[in-house]
């Protein structure tokens, strides 16, 4: 029997990129029954980004479609329409980023999906939001890191401003829109009724820029990109060793304590221009001189072993060739193998969590596109295999045989 926190939930998922998909794994990951609606022709559209490419399979597609079946169909052909409207009514969440400017006379609305399925949990996903006066502009990550700011907090010191390295506005929205859909399920179970979930792109950057943009508005000075270092904490950043850089990480009074015994300047700790954050902040730049002075006498690895013993938060920045033979990493299983029709052996990222009632296993590759389209209308729809063939002949919808 699954014990998976979300089994028996079916999701139907037309988005296409990234924070949609992302979201959409994580409760397949839950347990969740997730059919990927895909455009019969050239499906999701992060089927085609790269390279690389594993045998013509996209790098980035196989990062965040595992755990989902995909059906091929055109839903903007009416009877392709209707079979979708046939799998929302048996479905529990619907899941869609359609432009907002478009999605109320596509068909495909809340109001559209409330008259099939009155207790469907409705999630759209968008650049900025179904609301506002920027509602109809397409919208990327890059485009939401830089209109929330976080972009003019990001990169070398007195530098241009920079994006953060990985896809943080799409993968951060996924999981907030994971977590609406399973508060959701839990509002739906005591109440009986669905829900509408709207979040955007813009909205989840700037709540992650909550700290920066409330200390502005507390004080109203604009910050600048820092280079790594920390707006507010003092020793919070890069500092060099004889060989390579390092991070350390002195976030407390007595962590500095600390980490002034470990690296033999307890003096420091003493010192009244050093005593407390404010005014280790206020000095930075001579307390990092006397430090690195310290730290380049000897490499990386002598001061990650001394430091770990006084327990100050520290770690070497890792290329990401370290991080995939990370002993830590691997032995969380956060780095995968999976078996792909297509692609064969393919490594990604684990799930992010554990559950004691539950195995956290990787339980279906990266669909091909339609891979999955006549086992689900036939199961979930009981179509018989001439109506299926009727929608094949007419483009409706295109079934995958797995490729040898």
């Known amino acids: 029997m699954d014990q998976r926190p979300l089994s028996g939930i079916t999701v139907i998922d037309i988005t296409t990129s990234y924070a949609g998909p992302y979201c959409s794994m994580l409760l397949a990951d839950m347990g969740a029954e997730v059919i990927k609606v895909e455009k019969t022709r050239a499906g999701d559209d992060c089927r085609h980004w790269g390279p690389p490419f594993i045998n013509g399979e996209s790098a980035w597609f196989l990062s965040v479609n595992r755990n989902k079946k995909s059906v091929a169909l055109d839903i903007f052909n009416p009877k392709g329409r209707e079979v979708?409207?046939?799998?929302?009514?048996?479905?529990?969440?619907?899941?869609?980023?359609?432009?907002?400017?478009?999605?109320?006379?596509?068909?495909?609305?809340?109001?559209?999906?409330?008259k099939i399925n009155s207790k469907i949990i409705y999630c759209a996903l968008s650049g900025f939001g179904l609301t506002g006066p920027y509602r109809d502009r397409p919208g990327y990550d890059l485009i939401a890191q830089a209109t929330s700011g976080m972009m003019s907090v990001t990169g070398e010191m007195n530098g241009r401003p920079q994006r953060v390295g990985t896809a943080i506005s799409d993968i951060v929205t996924g999981f907030i829109a994971a977590f609406c859909i399973a508060s959701s399920l839990v509002k739906k179970e005591k109440t009986g009724k669905g829900e509408f979930i709207d979040t955007s792109l813009l909205d989840v950057d700037l709540a992650l820029m909550a700290p920066r943009i409330t200390s502005y508005l507390a004080d109203g000075i604009e910050p600048k990109p820092s280079g790594g270092t920390d707006s507010v904490v003092a020793i919070y950043q890069a500092i060099r060793t004889a060989d390579e850089d390092m991070i350390i990480a002195t976030g407390t009074d007595s962590i500095f304590k600390r980490f002034c015994q470990a690296v033999g300047l307890p003096q420091l700790a003493e010192e009244k221009r050093f005593q407390s954050n404010a005014l280790r902040k206020e000095n930075r730049f001579e307390l990092?001189?006397?430090?690195?002075?310290?730290?380049?006498?000897?490499?990386?690895?002598?001061?990650?072993?001394?430091?770990?013993?006084?327990?100050?938060?520290?770690?070497?920045?890792?290329?990401?060739?370290?991080?995939?033979?990370?002993?830590?990493?691997?032995?969380?299983?956060?780095?995968?193998?999976?078996?792909h029709p297509v692609a064969g052996d393919v490594k990604i990222v684990g799930v992010p969590w554990q559950l004691e009632s539950s195995s956290n296993e990787v339980y279906l590759p990266p669909p091909l596109l339609g891979q999955h389209t006549a086992e689900i209308l036939k199961e979930k729809l009981l179509m018989s295999d001439i109506e299926f063939s009727e929608l094949v002949d007419t483009g409706v919808v295109k079934g995958e045989e797995v490729r040898q």
């Open 84 to 114: 979708l409207y046939q799998l929302v009514e048996k479905a529990d969440v619907f899941l869609e980023n359609i432009k907002p400017s478009s999605l109320d006379k596509s068909g495909l609305s809340y109001k559209d999906m409330q």
């Open 288 to 339: 990092l001189r006397l430090v690195e002075e310290q730290l380049i006498k000897y490499p990386i690895s002598y001061w990650l072993k001394k430091l770990n013993e006084y327990s100050v938060p520290c770690a070497p920045i890792n290329s990401l060739g370290d991080v995939v033979k990370d002993p830590h990493v691997l032995a969380r299983n956060m780095i995968r193998t999976i078996q």
